[in-house]
């Protein structure tokens, strides 16, 4: 789930509109629309602000999908019986996740160009 579809969630969640939680972040309800949408992401004040109203942690808002299984997947290894074929299995997974960050990574990067050279 991208941070976005997090926020998105959690809006709908307290049955509130992108124009209220704006107002009450004092953001307009376009860069909220914007967060939703994956294009911009907020500053790290109003990451702090949106976890207070949506009561979780910061780092439950930005942290992926892929994030959590990579720390799942290592988690399994080192708490795994010495078996190999766990181990393989879980250095496949694990693999698997790496790519998947790699992606996230290179796709927010193209992100980050795009408005610097908008700017």
Do not use: C, H
Not at 5 to 22: A, F, G, W
Not at 36 to 53: G, H, M, R
Not at 79 to 104: M, R, T
């Amino acid at each position: 789930m991208t941070f976005g579809t997090k926020l998105q969630k959690l809006r709908e969640e307290k049955n509130i509109s992108q124009k209220e939680i704006s107002d009450l972040l004092e953001v307009s309800q376009t860069t909220y629309g914007k967060w939703e949408s994956d294009i911009f992401y907020p500053t790290y004040k109003n990451l702090q602000k949106l976890a207070q109203f949506y009561m979780v942690d910061v780092e439950s808002l930005t942290k992926s999908e892929t994030e959590v299984n990579i720390i799942n997947s290592t988690n399994f290894i080192n708490n795994s019986p010495n078996s190999k074929l766990n181990s393989l299995k879980a250095i496949s997974k694990l693999s698997k996740n790496i790519e998947k960050l790699v992606f996230l990574i290179q796709k927010q990067t193209e992100l980050l160009e795009k408005k610097i050279q908008k700017d």
